[in-house]
């Protein structure tokens, strides 16, 4: 998996400073659109459990909702200004992400994967807790200078890089246990 936003600079003061307004759209169909990433996830749980394959358009649909989730929640974040496309197509937004398909998986670790995500859930807790702290010292500093510090950029993309795999790990999309990088 591969997750990645390119840093650009000066930023806009005024995106910035509208930024919530702008993404609730965003926000409103994600949310929905994780409803039904959440029951395809239970269907591709069940599917993995008694066949040791996963589904590919079940995989397909869930790894789109995660793609656009990533491309709202750090535009929302303050990473970058382009407006993301409503659709599950990308264009001018500077976050890549990719994931490979793998037919099969693993039913030991799917069947135990809420247990064994625990200790990961409890990372990604914590470092979203720390985001949120970062995210608003980033807007006043981008609202103020123009520009989003490197080393707050930097640590923000590193919690979004384990939010995707902690996702896409507990959403069945691959059975590689999140790390922080």
């Known amino acids: 998996m591969a997750f990645d936003i390119e840093y650009t600079s000066p930023r806009s003061r005024l995106s910035n400073g509208l930024r919530i307004f702008y993404a609730i759209p965003h926000l409103i169909i994600v949310g ?14 069940f599917i993995i459990l008694f066949t040791g394959k996963r589904n590919k358009s079940l995989w397909t649909f869930s790894r789109n909702v995660l793609d656009w989730q990533n491309r709202a929640t750090t535009y929302l974040g303050m990473m970058y200004d ?7 197509e990308k264009l001018n937004e500077p976050v890549h992400f990719s994931i490979d398909y793998e037919e ?9 994967r809420l247990i064994w995500a625990i200790p990961a859930m409890l990372i990604s807790y914590f470092l979203a807790i720390a985001a949120a702290v970062i995210t608003v010292i980033c807007w006043f500093a981008i609202l103020f200078t123009g520009t989003q510090p490197r080393g707050m950029f930097d640590f ?11 996702n896409a790990y507990i959403g069945l999309l691959t059975d590689t246990y999140p790390k922080f990088e």
């Open 104 to 112: 099969s998986a693993d039913r030991l670790t799917n069947a135990l």
């Open 82 to 88: 382009a407006y993301p496309n409503f659709a599950f």
């Open 32 to 45: 929905v659109l994780g409803y039904a990433s959440g029951a395809a996830s239970l269907i591709q749980w």
């Open 156 to 166: 923000l993309l590193k919690v979004y890089r384990y939010s995707t795999r902690f």
